[in-house]
């Protein structure tokens, strides 16, 4: 019986290892390039290295995490092309499904999706920018609430995680939180008045400008950094 279950208890570590390293990720803890020793992060986490390993594995397919035939693993750099892209495909998937989810949702949802953006709005007061994402993506994902998607959800989803790391190290610094909540707060009226395509265009909008903001962003603070770095 003890055997039988090691293999669910060897996953159960593993996505505990893997929601941690997401976390530390995301928060920018873990910076893009940085390597990932798997000793270093075994010791602290307190586990050994075989979940690390397999955690880091599941990063990859997420694609915040890279593996390098001489260096092993390292936070995944987005080019800022790459960075643009993503949010271009975000606003394709995202309104799409907007599209498909209005007809579905009721009056809780939207209610609920009301009380998100109260609590995403009070995390913006507060500066506390980590909160911030994870109800970022609970705003969206609440107004993409058809069932028979599942996979395009789970793609969103990651899409959100990569983009969510440079969104918050955009804010921690710029501080331009007023301009999203006014846009969600924007959408989610819409969305009450089931004007679909008023609906759809408000949320490719606000993808679409806060991808091109947030490349703006980090031309200017790559740039700054390489300075820094260069030798006098």
């Not at 092309?81 to 949702?105: C, K, N, P, Y």
Request: one cysteine or more; charged letters at 30%.
């Amino acid at each position: 019986m003890g055997a039988q279950n090691l293999p669910i208890e060897r996953q159960t570590v593993t996505s505990q290892a893997a929601a941690r390293l997401r976390d530390k990720i995301l928060r920018g803890d873990y910076r893009e390039g940085v390597p990932l020793r798997q000793d270093a992060l075994a010791a602290e986490l307190g586990v050994s290295r075989i979940p690390i390993r397999e955690a880091l594995r599941q990063l990859e397919v997420e694609g915040l995490v890279t593996f390098s035939p001489h260096v092993g693993a390292v936070v995944s750099t987005l080019s800022l092309g790459e960075i643009m892209e993503l949010f271009e495909v975000r606003a394709l998937l995202e309104t799409d499904l907007l599209r498909r989810s209005i007809d579905q949702l009721t009056a809780a949802d939207l209610d609920r999706a009301e009380d998100i953006l109260d609590a995403y709005e009070t995390a913006f007061r507060e500066g506390d920018v980590a909160t911030w994402g994870v109800l970022n993506w609970r705003f969206h994902s609440t107004l993409l609430g058809v069932k028979d998607r599942p996979l395009t959800i789970g793609i969103l989803q990651n899409l959100h995680n990569q983009s969510d790391r440079y969104t918050r190290l955009q804010l921690s610094l710029t501080h331009g939180e007023s301009r999203a909540a006014e846009e969600h707060r924007a959408i989610l009226s819409a969305v009450r008045d089931g004007d679909v395509d008023d609906a759809c265009q408000l949320l490719r909008s606000h993808i679409v400008d806060a991808g091109r903001s947030l490349v703006d962003f980090l031309r200017v603070h790559r740039s700054g950094e390489a300075a820094h770095r260069e030798p006098a």
